[in-house]
Each structure stands twice: as structure tokens, then as C-alpha cells.
């Protein structure tokens, strides 16, 4: 049982077209992440939110766009993505950023560019 | 950008048998995470580390904040089947903000 909810689990798209990633929390968390998890690799930081700001972004290329609507809900929409961009996005969230809490994973969207 | 090193990368045991695997970094840290990934699931923390010398434990896993700020080491005892999968270890710098770094993982095999 997880308090990070992530939707849709798996997703297959060309590289033509344009999805979107869900994220909601229920840990009353103020700061949100995505992560992205390829095989052999270390888990990889792309963005940041803390009370619905973008605070980090991490070299992150313009085909991934996120959005923050609220303290609950993440978004990454996507478009134009390429084959290498196949992987494990986790979402994540803390009590608030910068401070020492520990990061709840949701169970990450498998998402397969064709 | 920092990197951990985390070993082993994977380890093949019997149930019952013990298990240890450390990571290591370069500078100094002031937090240490332990999390475990079990297939098609996201990681789910086990234990969080916040000053050197801390020793911590939950049930059979028992983790350790090293001395220097460099390390950290997590112990399984007693090993059973659902101890398989792949178990990460994240620390958080001091002049990093928020910013956790991942180790690669170590990928734990237990044969009943």
C-alpha cells in the first residue's frame, strides 16, 4: 500500500505523440519529485516542486514538461520523446524539500517509446 | 555531479544466512536512506539515518550511519525468501538542499 498514487502504470507511445503522467499523493506532503529509473542506473533526479514551485530541474530535456497544480498532484507531460527516453518514471514526495525527510516512492509509470 | 558507490551489486544466499552491503561516498553527508524495490513496484524506505554513529533497526535490517559521514552500511539478518529484490541506498549532502543521490543498487537472490 503506497500513499503515492501513479497513473497509468505501463504506457506505450510513438514519438509522435503527446501523454501525460499522474501523480497524487495522500501523505499531506508538501514537496513533489520525478524520478527516472533505467536499468543499471543510479535513480535519476529530473524535478523538483515545494509548495507547488519548481525549485529544481535537472538538466532536464523541453520534450518532458511538468506541471504542479497543488501540493497533491504531479504532473509530466510528454512529447515528441525519443526511444532512449524508455524507462521507469517514479514520482515521489517528502514533508517539504531541504529539510531531512525521507522520500515516499509511488510504483512509477513503465512507460515504452516506440 | 556526487556519485555513491554501492556494494555489492548483487549477492546470491541461502535463507537463514546474514546479509551486509555498504555504500560510500566521496564527502560528507547528514542523511542516510535505505530503501527496497520489489519488481514492478516503486522503492519503500526501510530506514532513515540522521547523525553519524546512529545505528538503527527495523525487525531483521539493521542500518548504521558511519563515523566519518562517508558511509553507511545496512545489515539483514536471517534471511527468507521475501527479502528478494533490489535494495538502494540514497544520502542527501550537506550543501545539497533536498537533492537525495542514489546508489546503483544491490540486487539480493535468496535460495530457500
Known amino acids: 500500500e503506497t500513499g503515492v498514487t501513479q497513473t497509468p502504470r505501463h504506457l506505450v507511445m510513438g514519438m509522435t505523440n503527446k501523454k501525460s503522467l499522474k501523480c497524487e499523493q495522500h501523505?499531506?506532503?508538501?514537496?513533489m519529485y520525478w524520478y527516472k529509473q533505467s536499468a543499471k542506473k543510479p535513480l535519476e533526479l529530473m524535478f523538483v516542486?515545494?509548495?507547488?514551485?519548481?525549485?529544481e530541474n535537472n538538466s532536464v530535456p523541453s520534450r518532458f514538461s511538468p506541471e504542479c497544480p497543488n501540493s497533491s498532484h504531479l504532473f509530466l507531460h510528454l512529447h515528441t520523446l525519443q526511444p532512449e527516453d524508455s524507462a521507469l518514471y517514479l514520482c515521489?514526495?517528502?514533508?517539504?524539500?531541504?529539510?531531512?525527510?525521507?522520500?515516499?516512492f509511488g510504483d512509477g509509470t513503465r512507460l515504452s517509446i516506440l | 555531479g556526487q556519485q555513491l558507490n554501492q556494494s555489492p551489486q548483487s549477492m546470491f544466499i541461502q535463507e537463514g544466512e546474514d546479509v551486509s552491503m555498504n555504500c560510500t561516498s566521496s564527502?560528507?553527508?547528514?542523511?542516510w536512506l535505505w530503501y527496497k524495490q520489489d519488481p514492478g513496484e516503486g522503492p519503500v524506505l526501510l530506514i532513515a539515518?540522521?547523525?553519524?554513529?546512529e545505528l538503527t533497526s527495523n525487525g531483521r535490517l539493521t542500518a548504521q550511519f558511519g563515523i566519518t559521514r562517508k558511509d553507511s552500511f545496512l545489515n539483514i539478518s536471517a534471511s527468507i525468501p521475501s527479502d528478494v529484490g533490489i535494495y538502494f541506498c540514497?544520502?542527501?549532502?550537506?550543501?545539497?538542499?533536498?537533492?537525495?543521490?542514489f546508489g546503483e543498487g544491490t540486487q539480493l537472490t535468496v535460495n530457500p
Open positions: 564527502s560528507i553527508f547528514n542523511t
Open positions: 501523505l499531506g506532503h508538501n514537496a
Open positions: 540514497a544520502g542527501r549532502e550537506e550543501t545539497s538542499g533536498s537533492r537525495l543521490t
Open positions: 516542486y515545494n509548495f507547488k514551485e519548481q525549485t
Open positions: 515521489a514526495s517528502s514533508q517539504a524539500s531541504g529539510a531531512a525527510q525521507p522520500q515516499h
Open positions: 539515518l540522521y547523525k553519524a554513529g
